[in-house]
Nanobody
């Protein structure tokens, strides 16, 4: 079983920045795809950004140019700049390995206007 843990969430003002991190109980380079999803109350969980084993990335249109996903020896990260109130949500780390998909418990991001 793989365990994922997110960190870095918090309260920030509009225009501010946060960096989310996802640590795994195993090497992250064994995952085919890793990504960040977010879910606001009453909404479905949507993809924010994903990074593949070869380093290719994709972003939701709403975060392009503001968010950057990357990996290093410490885990997977999401640098979030120019935050907006509509970015407020619980952010989840996801990792895919073969047919399996793993999730972290989530970290709350709140952007005040």
């Amino acid at each position: 079983q793989v365990h994922l843990v997110e960190s870095g969430g918090g309260l920030v003002q509009t225009g501010g920045s946060l960096r989310l991190s996802c640590a795994a109980s195993t090497s992250i380079f064994g995952f085919r795809v890793m990504g960040w999803y977010r879910q606001a109350p009453g909404n479905q969980r949507d993809v924010v950004a994903q990074i593949a084993t070869n380093g290719d990335t994709i972003y939701a249109d709403s975060v392009k140019g503001r968010f950057t996903i990357y990996r290093d020896g410490a885990g997977m990260h999401l640098q979030m700049n120019s935050l907006k109130p509509e970015d407020t949500a619980t952010y989840y780390c996801n990792a895919q390995r073969g047919p399996d998909s793993f999730w972290g418990p989530g970290t709350q991001v709140t952007v005040s206007s």
